[in-house]
């Protein structure tokens, strides 16, 4: 049997150790990466199917007793191949700070409040025509201590699993005309400027439901010249 070999384009991707990214020096390898080839077991199972998912686990405004604080929105989009063919039956997932800029994690100590109604984390399977969709809040920027008065522009964090949690790829989403882009070295980390606008959501408004929630949509690709930029699951 053939075994899958997936190519990886250093052009669009950050590298794994970035100087102004600080803590990426400490943590990126030293060696040449090696290519672990993919056997059954990481090509099958466990299945990762509508099964796992919860009625509310799409709605990230939904799963408390109460409403959350700030402002409802809704971002969807489509999970698409090199050949731009939908992809069907992948389990995305998502996770970030509320809309005062904290996440709800013990690691998190930024003097910003927990809202009890909000969790930040969700997750959905793609349709037969690749779509998702995630009801939510728009994260605020909240601070790191990576330079002087370094802050994080607005962002959602995405998983994307294959057909086993051997395959996984991670991203992030920003929102169009955020202040902060020229100040962040995570974003700038990635050397293509064309690559560093794929992972800037767009506004829609034909999605947007009036009085209700504005839209935003954020297409990913998993291979080729357009390709999403994916992230080490350690970066941030």
């Known amino acids: 049997m053939k075994l899958p070999h997936y190519a990886s384009d250093g052009e669009s ?9 600080r803590s990426s020096v400490l943590r990126a390898p030293h060696r040449p990466l090696q290519l672990i080839p993919q056997h059954l077991t990481e090509i099958t199972g466990p299945l990762l199917g509508a099964d796992r998912i919860g009625e509310l686990d799409h709605d990230l405004t939904r799963q408390h007793p109460g409403e959350p604080l700030g402002e409802r929105i809704i971002v ?3 999970v698409l191949d090199t050949n731009n063919r939908p992809v069907p039956n992948t389990l995305v997932e998502v996770w970030q700070a509320n809309s005062a800029g904290r996440y709800a994690h013990d690691r998190d100590r930024h003097d910003a409040p927990l809202d009890p109604n909000f969790s930040g984390v969700g997750r959905t399977v793609t349709d037969a ?4 969709r995630f009801v939510t809040i728009k994260p605020g920027a909240y601070p790191w201590r990576n330079h002087d008065n ?6 959602i964090h995405f998983s994307l699993f294959g057909r086993a949690f051997t395959q996984r790829l991670i991203t992030q989403m920003y929102f169009p005309g955020d202040p902060l ?9 990635i050397r293509d400027e064309r690559a560093r606008q794929r992972l800037i959501s767009r506004f829609d408004l ?5 009085e209700w929630a504005l839209s935003y949509k954020f297409d990913i690709v998993l291979r080729g010249s357009d390709a999403s930029v994916f992230e080490d699951e350690e970066d941030e």
């Open 13 to 21: 991707h950050p590298p794994n150790s970035s100087q102004h990214y």
């Open 181 to 189: 882009f020229p100040f962040d070295p995570i974003y700038n980390s």
């Open 76 to 78: 969807s989009g489509r």
């Open 206 to 210: 034909p999605t947007t439901q009036p």
């Open 150 to 155: 370094a802050w994080r522009p607005a962002h």
């Open 129 to 132: 025509q690749g779509n998702y």
